[in-house]
């Protein structure tokens, strides 16, 4: 599959326009290892190094889907990986927004402030996601991308009221997709979407 097929399979799954252009703008290949550069559009997801993946397109989509973005928001992903995530959300939020991520992985963290250097309103932290990050918080959305058997309260209290949350949560080798909206100090599951399998959170 190569990149116009990618585009044109997510297209007929009635993906947003925007998420949709910001995966006709980022580069794929320049987020995985060079020897599998051949595969960056398969709809599957691929290793990284550490045990981590670049998770599926059809997969990340439906999760940004879920998500809501919306232009000039506050975002952050936890377990961001190579920074592929990152830089999607970062076109579809626009310049007056801002991304943050947070990788526990330093290796990961390191190689994806080089994949992002390119993108000026995301920041990367080498950090344990566990605790979120308390000092860019609060967040109008948070994207969780590693399966949690319950999202962490630390996490949680770090979005603002009306905000969203979306993570894969669940045992290990079967999770739902959970969208979660903040009312006050009430937390409201919005979509749960079952069938999916993410590496699980370190």
Same mark, same amino acid.
Request: hydrophobic share 40%.
């Given at each position: ?39 960056? +559009? ?76 390119? +993108? ?83």
């Amino acid at each position: 599959m190569n990149k116009t097929q990618l585009l044109q399979h997510l297209k007929r799954q009635d993906f947003s326009k925007s998420i949709l252009d910001a995966f006709s703008k980022v580069k794929r290949e320049n987020f995985i290892p060079k020897d599998l550069e051949s595969r960056a +559009y398969e709809d599957r997801a691929l290793p990284i190094g550490k045990g981590q993946t670049i998770s599926q397109p059809y997969t990340i989509a439906t999760m940004l889907n879920l998500l809501d973005l919306k232009k000039c928001q506050k975002v952050l992903e936890v377990g961001s990986g190579c920074g592929y995530v990152l830089a999607l959300m970062s076109k579809i939020i626009g310049n007056k927004g801002k991304v943050f991520g947070v990788e526990i992985v330093k290796e990961l963290a390191e190689k994806s402030k080089t994949n992002i250097k390119a +993108y000026k309103n995301v920041k990367v932290y080498n950090k344990d996601g566990r605790k979120g990050l308390e000092e860019a918080a609060p967040f109008d959305r948070i994207i969780i991308s590693a399966a949690c058997r319950e999202i962490p309260k630390k996490i949680l209290s770090q979005l603002k009221d009306k905000g969203l949350i979306v993570a894969p949560v669940g045992p290990q080798h079967w999770q739902s997709l959970v969208a979660i909206q903040r009312e006050k100090d009430d937390f409201k599951i919005k979509e749960k979407l079952p069938g999916f399998v993410f590496v699980p959170f370190v």
